[in-house]
């Protein structure tokens, strides 16, 4: 199912992608065109919402289809290029995350793209990785050695790491894991404020929740896109209690959407 976006206002797009990991396929001709904003990508374990990621990312190749970047194909971007561009928090990656880095440093890795190997940080870098801290809410740790850290608090950082780069697309996958509400609720607010200020966010979110306050959601199940659009649009409510066996209802709460299981 393709977005109505024109190709010259999406930032990414997604044409017809089939991938395989060995198995069954993973992608089922997959289309999609991502647009400023937030978009939200969610369904049920195994639907392929990860894969997805990764291929918008440029970290997977697809048997068929394409990922383009503001019309061009994906591929044909340099890496550099792509990694000014492309933002990527991966998933697991703050419970993984370890060694006797600072903070600091963890996060001016996202500075890489800009920089290079052995160029040293200016104002501009270092202004940016303290922005990215300060919305992240790590500034005041950023002494402190990764290790050092909860897997909350990694997480965090691993975000800001993300925000440095200040690219214009940011693939998050799954990045409120480890975090407790009031920081789970900080980073829907992050995303909200980044979405308006024109950087194309695309998350993948189990906490539906959370998910429902985003500006689009994409429901993919089973590796197919089985509807996309606004949260309150009944088809992508409906699709959504569908894909998950009726486990669940989508209300509205003191205004805001929420998922409700189905006890």
Do not use: Y
């Amino acid at each position: 199912m393709m977005s109505s976006a024109t190709t010259s206002s999406c930032a990414l797009r997604a044409e017809a992608l089939e991938i395989s990991l060995g198995g069954p396929p993973v992608l089922r001709g997959v289309s999609l065109a991502l647009t400023p904003g937030w978009t939200a990508v969610v369904g049920p374990n195994g639907g392929g919402k990860s894969t997805l990621l990764r291929v918008l990312a440029g970290l997977l190749t697809p048997q068929s289809g394409q990922v383009l970047l503001d019309g061009r194909a994906l591929v044909e971007h340099s890496a550099r290029e792509r990694g000014r561009r492309i933002a990527w928090l991966a998933q697991h990656e703050a419970g993984e995350a370890h060694g006797e880095l600072t903070v600091r440093d963890v996060v001016q890795l996202g500075r890489l793209p800009h920089l290079g190997l052995f160029a040293a940080p200016g104002p501009r870098d270092d202004m940016a990785v303290d922005a990215a801290m300060v919305a992240t809410e790590c500034s005041d740790w950023q002494c402190r050695r990764l290790h050092e850290l909860s897997g909350g608090e990694r997480q965090r950082v691993l975000l800001a790491r993300a925000l440095a780069v200040e690219a214009s697309v940011l693939l998050l996958d799954e990045p409120t894991t480890h975090l407790d509400p009031p920081h789970q609720v900080a980073v829907v607010r992050l995303l909200q404020r980044l979405a308006a200020a024109g950087t194309t966010v695309v998350s993948v979110l189990h906490d539906l929740p959370l998910a429902l306050q985003a500006d689009r959601l994409v429901v993919l199940h089973q590796g197919r896109v089985r509807a996309e659009g606004p949260a309150r649009a009944p088809e992508v409510q409906a699709a959504l209690v569908q894909v998950f066996g009726g486990a669940l209802s989508i209300k509205e709460i003191d205004g805001r959407l929420t998922a409700v299981p189905c006890l």
